[in-house]
């Protein structure tokens, strides 16, 4: 069943909690003003998430997927720790290090995520627990 954001045993609001709790648990450590929680971005989050593919949506907002992680607070550790990838001499965008910089992106004020279990769904190629936030302004 779609999990439109929360777990099966987290409520919208501790959801939203632990997005913003571990999002701007990183923007303090590089003095970047916390975000907010934006429905807009996490409705579209939530509709796009739900296809279960594998994929960028495309769309106007900055984007950042994860899968197969158990909490919505490890996935975004993980994004978090590709500061070690991001190339600090250059300070250009790297591939590896994308969904680090949206994350901490300065002048993003703004997320919203949507998270499903696609094993659930049964459809698309995303198997497990799947989470796509979306900032705003974008970064990168």
Known sequence: ASISTS???MSKSSFQ???LNSTNYYRKQFQVEPVTWN?????FA??????CIWKHS???Y???LASGYETTALAIDAWGDEEHLY????QKFSEGAGHFTQLVWSNTTTVGCGV???TEEGKGNVQGRYLICEYWPRGN
Do not use: F, I, M, R
């Open 17 to 19: 909690d632990e997005v």
């Open 58 to 60: 495309g769309g106007p």
């Open 87 to 90: 190339n600090w001499a250059k």
């Open 62 to 64: 900055g984007e950042n």
């Open 116 to 118: 499903v279990n696609c």
């Open 7 to 9: 777990t099966p045993n």
């Open 39 to 43: 429905d807009t971005l996490a409705d």
């Open 46 to 51: 939530d509709d796009y998430v739900k296809g």
